[in-house]
């Protein structure tokens, strides 16, 4: 593990675009919170170039870096060693780079996902009662990964295309059942948490389309978008009384090992970086 107290660490993240990445805010937050030396920086890379760029870090004398849209799964062929989280999700946003100058891969994505939701919920347990995953995607896989790891034993994940419903329940398992769109609002009636992972909500996107009169209000309601902090599910949601997650506690606890992983500290998410962060929307 590279430690920022023998020389100046070098991180960042790869996207296309990555201009509206917050995750030099938060590790540099991080870097100057611990007085550590070192820079995270956002790197544009074209996916046409991925391989070239993932290559180029140890060259660079980077220590690793983070993947976003629309490089995680794309990034599986690239790096040598996956653990088996990266490789049970199918993507990778975390690249460490070994002192050999090889690439190894994980996946922090369901670390913040259950780490968000007990910061928000600190009594939230995952055997609690039935999960509702919407979505199929990427940020799918996490999610339900994550909340199959932390007890989970009944997970309902509907998708407006089935048949990617029915591939992913059948590739994890138990407990997961791939449930028809049309039964989204039939699917809520004795959940204890909501989870939308669909773009739907987002920023530019219509609103995620569906009925909450069937939840019981004690139910946790998360949304893993947060661009807006508050998408139309949440405020239905808290309109009704139920308890809600957004989604950028998240994305702030997916950094926390990543940065560990670079720097040799694993950070905390605190009262600061929250109100730094959402300063910047």
Excluded at 14 to 36: C, Q, V
Aim: aromatic share 6%; glycine share 8%.
């Amino acid at each position: 593990m590279t430690t920022a107290s023998s020389s100046f660490v070098m991180a960042g993240v790869m996207g296309w675009p990555i201009k509206h990445s917050r995750s030099p805010l938060i590790h540099s937050h991080w870097i100057a919170e611990h007085g550590l030396h070192g820079v995270y920086l956002p790197l544009p890379v074209n996916p046409l170039h991925l391989p070239e760029a993932l290559a180029g870090l140890s060259a660079l004398g980077f220590a690793g870096c983070n993947l976003t849209l629309p490089h995680k799964v794309q990034a599986l062929d690239c790096i040598s060693q996956l653990d088996d989280v990266a490789r049970q999700i199918g993507a990778v946003n975390t690249v460490v780079v070994q002192p050999d100058g090889s690439l190894a891969g994980t996946n922090t994505d369901a670390f913040g996902y259950i780490h968000s939701l007990r910061e928000a919920q600190p009594d939230w347990q995952a055997s609690t009662g039935p999960a509702v995953v919407l979505g199929a995607g990427g940020a799918a896989r996490a999610v339900v990964w994550a909340l199959a790891d932390a007890g989970a034993t009944d997970i309902r994940l509907l998708n407006r295309s089935m048949d990617k419903a029915q591939a992913m329940a059948a590739e994890f398992g138990a407990p997961v059942k791939a449930l028809d769109w049309d039964q989204r609002h039939a699917a809520l009636a004795d959940a204890a948490l909501v989870v939308n992972t669909t773009t739907q909500g987002m920023q530019g996107q219509p609103a995620l389309d569906i009925r909450l009169d069937a939840l019981p209000t004690h139910a946790l309601v998360s949304d893993i978008v947060y661009t807006p902090l508050q998408t139309d599910l949440l405020l239905r949601a808290q309109a009704r009384g139920n308890p809600t997650v957004g989604g950028l506690g998240m994305l702030l606890h997916q950094a926390r090992p990543a940065f560990a992983a670079w720097f040799g500290v694993l950070p905390e998410v605190t009262p600061a970086l929250w109100q730094k962060v959402l300063a910047s929307f």
